[in-house]
């Protein structure tokens, strides 16, 4: 069991929710930052006081910014941060594919992970900390006009070249790649698919491996 402390962006559903109680289950605390207040205070309800609310919008890095500083003020410092917050497209493609769309999600997917990243690195270059950044198996291969894997494959290149930047003060960088995953993500369920619980013991995987072991990517694929 631990007493450190983890920052989790997208935390009110599905993977980020699943790490939270996983981490939670092994002692760790955590902070939950959503922009749903309603369902990140029943979260804590269920969870207890290892888990502490923090609404906020991913795409503000003032109120990333904010929202650590908050944790940090409760807890005594932070020990990693997994930048998790995520969303996909309606129309696929490029020729179908909606520009309104894209940049309401290139402010999720790309600058958002870009905002946790920043707020978090002072407060993980004080413990020698750790980032996870959710990329995805769309982030490792082509598909056909996908602006989404387009969004992946940045969270992948930015990740490895993260790992390389936090080396200079003993930090680790994890990327977590997953296939298809059962989440809210999808309008309708896909129970033969990876589980958000899958991805929670992947990042507790990589969040306690012994200091020595760099644990830079996970990908994680469904049997069916």
Known sequence: MTDKTLFITGASSG????TARAAVARGWTVGLFARSK???DALVDELGDKAIALPGDVTDLESQRAAMADFVSRTGGMDAAF???GTGLSAAGTDAGDPGEWEAMIRVNVLGVL???KAA???LKARKGHLLLTGSAAGRRHIAGSVYG????FVHGYGGNLADEMKAFGGRCTILAPGMVDTPF????KPDKLQPDDIADAA???????PRCAVNEIFLMPTG
């Open 15 to 18: 993977i980020g929710a699943a």
């Open 38 to 40: 309603d369902k990140l």
């Open 83 to 85: 930048a998790n917050a």
């Open 115 to 117: 905002w946790t990243a």
């Open 121 to 123: 690195m002072e407060h």
């Open 150 to 153: 387009a969004s992946k494959w």
């Open 186 to 189: 999808f309008d309708e369920p």
């Open 204 to 210: 507790l995987f990589a969040l306690e491996a012994e």
